[in-house]
């Protein structure tokens, strides 16, 4: 008798359980959970990734602050030389999980996850002594016999490589784009191929009269935030893809880049 009364309380205790059970929205699989922070790498890129008094700071970097925090995920950022960066994410068990901005290759898709939404487009472009620059401007074929500043370890353009691989022109590589801007001053290189807004924001910077960007541009591609692929790394790009869009579309992007770079170099 009492245990057909307790199979009976079960049963109803069961009937009204089972209306909550059913509405009750599915756990997320643990492949689609997003980690409670994320450390972040890049190479010192002024205006985008710098270091002042140990702080970190940039025109990125202030980007990815706001989209973690509307995904709501702490992140931090760690200073890392571009060739060391590239190793580590390459190597199977590297220590880095995360970086940017890197432009998309069939290589780099193999072992990183790319978004959809670009962090930031990218441009490079000569810069030369003005009074090199005209008349009228300066062209790629001008460049033959002559020595090129490169920054190390950045993809650089293929009629780039492919004059250096001719012997056309050569190239010198330095670790920082203020390190070529110096050296073009100082007649030691004939020309610096650079991030147009970076090598505009660096020499202001170095206060470098005298040098002048080169248009047009000799290539424009995007950049982006990259993770190593995990089984939240798609997750993760899907999540950064919603707050740049988002970012874009209520002014945030603008409102940023315009405080770094000026009006006139919004991202589109």
Not at 105 to 122: D, N, S
Not at 188 to 212: E, F, N
């Amino acid at each position: 008798m009492l245990a057909d009364r307790l199979r009976s309380i079960a049963r109803i205790a069961l009937c009204f359980a089972l209306p909550a059970l059913a509405s009750a929205a599915p756990a997320p699989a643990a492949s689609d959970a997003l980690p409670a922070s994320l450390v972040c790498h890049d190479d010192l890129f002024a205006p985008y990734f710098m270091q002042n008094d140990g702080r970190i700071e940039g025109l990125n970097v202030d980007v990815l602050r706001e989209a973690a925090s509307r995904i709501g995920i702490a992140i931090a950022f760690r200073a890392t030389p571009w060739r060391r960066l590239e190793s580590e994410l390459a190597k199977p068990g590297g220590t880095v999980d995360c970086a940017f901005a890197m432009s998309r290759t069939a290589r780099r898709e193999q072992y990183l996850e790319f978004g959809k939404v670009a962090l930031q487009p990218t441009e490079y472009a000569l810069f030369v002594r003005q009074a090199e620059a005209t008349p009228p401007t300066v062209r790629l074929e001008d460049m033959a016999g002559k020595v090129i500043g490169v920054r190390a370890g950045f993809r650089l353009p293929d009629e780039i490589v492919a004059g250096a691989a001719s012997g056309r022109w050569s190239l010198a590589e330095v670790p920082t784009d203020a390190v070529n801007f110096q050296k073009l001053a100082l007649h030691r290189v004939d020309a610096v191929l650079a991030d147009s807004y970076v090598g505009l924001y660096t020499l202001r910077q170095l206060k470098l009269p005298g040098i002048v960007r080169v248009a047009p541009p000799l290539t424009r591609f995007d950049t982006y935030l990259v993770f190593r692929k995990s089984g939240h790394s798609a997750a993760l790009a899907a999540a950064f893809d919603r707050a740049f869009t988002r970012m874009r579309q209520d002014g945030t992007f603008a409102r940023l880049t315009s405080s770094y770079l000026g009006p006139d170099a919004l991202t589109p």
